[in-house]
C-alpha cells in the first residue's frame, strides 16, 4: 500500500494510519511528513549480520582523530538507528583473530546513503591502527545497532552533556537531534573539555548548532591549557563550583549524560561497572545532590 502513495497523497498518511500498521514502523517520516522509506532501507535492523561499508571520504578533524565517511549500500539507505545508538566495528587481523569495537555516528541517523564517525587514533591500539591505515574505497563490517539510551522527546525540561576528548560522539548525537526536532523543546547544554583548543572536535558542527538553535543548544569549552588568544571558553577543569553554578540543579526534570576517558569519568560520576552496568554514581555529580537515576554514562 505504501508503494503505492504519491508524494501529494503521502502528507495525510500519518493521521489516517491504523494502529497495526504504525506498530509495524515499517516507515519514516521526513521534516515535511511526508513518508519516505520502509523497513528495508534501514541498514542496522539487528539481525546480527556483518555489513561491509566502503569508505568514501577520510578528513582530519584534529591531530590524533580523523573524520570517517562510510558509504551505505544505496544512495537511499538510512542507518535505521535510533536515538541514542552505537553499532560495531570488525577486522580480522592477518592471522585470523578478530577486532570488534563500538563507534558512535555523528551524522544525522536518518540521513541517506551514508554514515559518519569521528574516531581517535590510540598507537598501542588494535582497531584504530587499522581504521588509520584505510584508504577510500576501504570496506569495513558493522553490525548493530547498540542502543545505549532510548531518547523520548521532551521527557525533560533540560539535560547536562558532560564530554571530554573523543567522548563527544554520543553527546554529539543526542544535542543534534534534539536540537533539530521542531517538536522537542528539551535544553541541551554541553559541557566539553580537552586538553588544547586544537584538540576539540566537531567544533565547527558544534559553533553552528548553537549559532541556528541558541535557546536550546548551548557548548562551552573547557581546556588544559590554551596559546591562542581568540579561544573562548573556560581555562582548567569542569569543576564543583562551576557545575553548582551553571547546570540545571538535580531533580526529575532534569538528566546528566557523561562521557570521557576514565579520569575525566572518575572525577564527575564514577566509572561504568561494565559495558552495560551503569555502576554506582559517585564523584561531583553526587555531592552536588545528583541520584544513580539520573546521571547516564555513556
Ligand atoms: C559504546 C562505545 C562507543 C564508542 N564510540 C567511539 C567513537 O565514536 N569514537 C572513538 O574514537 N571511540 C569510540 N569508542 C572507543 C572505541 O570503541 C575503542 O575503544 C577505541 O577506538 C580504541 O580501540 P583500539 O582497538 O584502537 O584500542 P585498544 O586496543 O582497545 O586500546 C585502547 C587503549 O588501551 C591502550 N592499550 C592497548 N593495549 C595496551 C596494553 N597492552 N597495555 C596498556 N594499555 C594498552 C591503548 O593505547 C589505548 O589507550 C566507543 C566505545 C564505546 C564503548
Ligand atoms: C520498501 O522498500 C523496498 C526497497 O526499497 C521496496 O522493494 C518495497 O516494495 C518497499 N515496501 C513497501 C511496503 O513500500
Ligand atoms: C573508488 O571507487 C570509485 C568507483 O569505483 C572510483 O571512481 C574511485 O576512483 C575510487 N577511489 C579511489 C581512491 O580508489
Ligand atoms: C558559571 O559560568 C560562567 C560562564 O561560563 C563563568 O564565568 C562562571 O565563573 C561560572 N561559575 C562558577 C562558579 O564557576
Wanted: hydrophobic content about 35%; charged content about 25%; glycine content about 6%.
Amino acid at each position: 500500500m505504501l508503494g503505492r502513495l504519491t508524494r501529494q497523497q503521502t502528507k495525510f498518511v500519518p493521521i489516517a494510519l491504523g494502529a497495526a500498521a504504525v506498530a509495524a514502523t515499517a516507515f519514516y517520516l521526513n521534516k515535511k511528513n511526508f513518508i519516505i522509506k520502509n523497513d528495508s532501507k534501514k541498514v542496522f535492523v539487528g539481525d546480527n549480520q556483518w555489513i561491509d561499508l566502503s569508505i568514501e571520504k577520510i578528513i582530519d578533524e584534529s591531530h590524533d582523530t580523523k573524520k570517517f565517511i562510510f558509504k551505505l549500500p544505496t544512495e537511499d539507505s538510512v542507518s535505521g538507528l535510533t536515538l541514542a545508538s552505537a553499532v560495531l566495528a570488525k577486522f580480522v587481523t592477518p592471522k585470523g583473530s578478530n577486532v570488534i569495537r563500538p563507534y558512535t555516528p555523528v551524522s544525522d541517523l536518518n540521513e541517506k546513503g551514508v554514515i559518519e564517525f569521528v574516531i581517535k587514533h590510540y598507537d598501542t591500539g588494535k582497531m584504530t591502527p587499522h581504521l588509520f591505515s584505510l584508504k577510500p574505497n576501504d570496506t569495513v563490517s558493522f553490525k548493530g545497532p547498540i542502543k545505549k539510551w532510548q531518547w523520548q522527546p521532551n521527557s525533560f525540561d533540560s539535560i547536562t552533556l558532560l564530554g571530554a576528548g573523543s567522548g563527544i560522539t554520543p553527546l554529539y548525537q543526542l544535542a543534534h537531534h534534539i536540537a533539530q526536532n521542531p517538536n522537542d523543546n528539551t535544553k541541551v547544554k554541553l559541557l566539553y573539555g580537552n586538553k588544547t583548543p586544537q584538540d576539540i572536535l566537531l567544533k565547527k558542527e558544534l559553533d553552528s548548532l548553537h549559532e541556528k538553535y541558541p535557546q536550546k543548544f548551548e557548548v562551552v569549552y573547557f581546556v588544559d591549557k590554551s596559546d591562542n588568544k581568540d579561544f573562548k571558553g573556560q581555562i582548567g577543569y569542569i569543576t564543583k563550583d562551576y557545575l553548582q553554578s551553571n547546570i540545571s540543579k538535580a531533580n526529575e526534570k532534569t538528566q546528566v549524560f557523561v562521557c570521557g576517558p576514565p579520569p575525566f569519568m572518575k572525577v564527575n560520576s564514577g566509572e561504568k561497572a561494565g559495558p552495560t552496568d551503569q555502576g554506582e554514581l559517585t564523584g561531583t555529580l553526587k555531592e552536588l545532590g545528583f541520584t544513580k537515576e539520573q546521571v547516564f554514562k555513556f
